[in-house]
């Protein structure tokens, strides 16, 4: 177990650390603040019916307790590439690798899903062609520096929180409200809770964004442990708000038969004039989570890459950009080959699942840390560790079965490749 942090500090390809605590936070946010909002509410409603604000209640208490363990790691290894790089300086090689390969592939999805998000949403008809177009221009966004992504990503947290504050107004102020439909009921079920919650959990993922980034902020054993929270509170209020808000308008039956849950709770309102105003918001929102997500992709590719789980040439850091250039031009393409071929609306639950078992990993890291370098209260990592193994699984069948196969196959990988550095 090493006892110092690892970044490649003063390498020649060495990021640049230059986001503070605001920047941070919204970077947070513009990966939060969309998906859930905009993806996974329906699902959800599907699954737990009228106990949705427990799964999100659930989910949040989860997502805390991974954002607490998170940040107390962060700080101590400020490092680019997350829990891939707690579990390998806390549990073992393995396990960070494992962290890692989870993480890539199942946020690698997760781009495909939003990049498909802001084509159906934009045009329908040529939704591919579009989600193809906005990974493009989105990897060139990063690629040209993180700096330019975080001023993007303030201008579309901006738009969508204004539109999410239009709807809830909307929608809480009309005569269609009925506080009724917040009741639990008979339909809401203890699997069908958890499953929601695992669904929900998808959303609040973004935190790790700013863990991934852990080598371009300033200060980061301040602004890590002070931003996570701050992103992942202010995230939780806002799916509050607009949970209960688009629940007293449809209902639980309303809301899991709606495509578009926020357009057809402000036309249901009565406030037609909101509705294209809410689907732009949809797309601004995917845009912003799609940002954040290929972002945090590069990153851990570029930490597995740095040491050889991955292939070494992706380490590189452009000398006029500072940032992983070819880990981020490789995730773009993977990205829109996917986003151009497959339909990817499965694939919340894969991405779930992913993260879940990336999270799993950081709540054991989290675990062995000593009270003088900054271990949280141990309820936290215990309650964060075995609420994403039970989330995990209860998520529907085929996505715990794709990601148990996918996680088989990566550990398989490392298998193999030491096997042949011990014959070698």
């Known amino acids: 177990m090493s006892s110092t942090p690892s970044p490649a500090s003063g390498l020649p390809d060495e990021l640049q650390r230059r986001l503070g605590v605001p920047d941070a936070v919204l970077i947070g946010l513009g990966s939060m603040i969309g998906a859930g909002i905009f993806a996974s509410l329906a699902p959800a409603a599907r699954a ?23 940040a107390r790691l962060a700080a101590r290894y400020p490092a680019s590439g997350g829990s891939y790089v707690y579990g390998r300086e806390r549990l ?3 396990w960070g690798y494992l962290a890692g390969w989870a993480f890539v592939v199942g946020k690698t999805a997760s781009c495909a899903a939003m990049a498909l998000t802001v084509g159906s949403y934009v045009r329908p008809d040529q939704a591919h062609a579009i989600a193809v177009a906005a990974v493009v221009a989105l990897t060139a966004v990063n690629y040209a520096g993180v700096q330019k992504s975080a001023l993007l990503t303030r201008i579309i947290v901006a738009i969508v929180l204004a539109v999410l504050a239009a709807v809830v107004v909307a929608a809480v102020t009309s005569s269609a409200v009925h506080a009724s439909r ?10 069908g809770v958890l499953q929601a919650a695992g669904l929900l959990f998808f959303a609040f993922a973004g935190y790790a964004r700013i863990a991934t980034l852990g080598e371009e902020v300033r200060d980061p054993a301040r602004t890590i442990p002070r931003a996570i929270p701050l992103a992942l509170g202010i995230t ?34 009565g406030v037609s004039g909101l509705v294209p105003v809410a689907r732009i918001g949809a797309t601004v929102a995917a845009l912003g989570s799609l940002l954040a997500l290929i972002l ?3 990153r851990t590719t570029l ?51 992913g993260v879940l078992a990336y999270y799993a990993v950081a709540n054991a890291s989290a675990w062995t840390l000593r009270p003088a370098e900054g271990r949280p209260a141990r309820v936290i ?18 996505s715990v079965l794709r990601g148990a196969a996918v996680l088989v196959v990566g550990a398989a990988a490392y298998g193999i490749r030491r096997a042949r550095a011990r014959r070698g």
Request: charged fraction near 10%.
């Open 182 to 191: 917040l009741d639990i009921g008979s339909d809401a079920t203890a699997g």
């Open 48 to 70: 737990a019916g009228s106990g949705l604000l427990l799964g999100l209640a659930l989910s949040a208490v989860v997502a805390y307790c991974n954002a607490t363990s998170s």
């Open 236 to 269: 939780l209020v806002v799916y509050a708000a607009v949970a209960v808000a688009v629940l007293l308008v449809l209902g639980a039956g309303g809301l899991a038969a709606a495509g578009a849950p926020l357009t057809e709770a402000v036309r249901v309102a």
């Open 92 to 94: 073992g090689e393995f």
């Open 303 to 353: 930490a597995m890459a740095r040491d050889h789980h991955l292939p070494h040439a992706l380490a590189a850091v452009h000398p006029r950009f500072k940032v992983p250039h070819r880990a981020e031009l490789l995730v773009g393409a993977v990205v829109a080959a996917v986003a151009a071929t497959v339909d990817v609306r499965g694939a919340i639950g894969f991405s779930s699942f």
């Open 296 to 298: 945090g992709v590069s």
């Open 381 to 398: 990592p215990a309650v964060g560790l075995a609420g994403c193994l039970v989330l995990a699984f209860a998520l529907p069948l085929p």
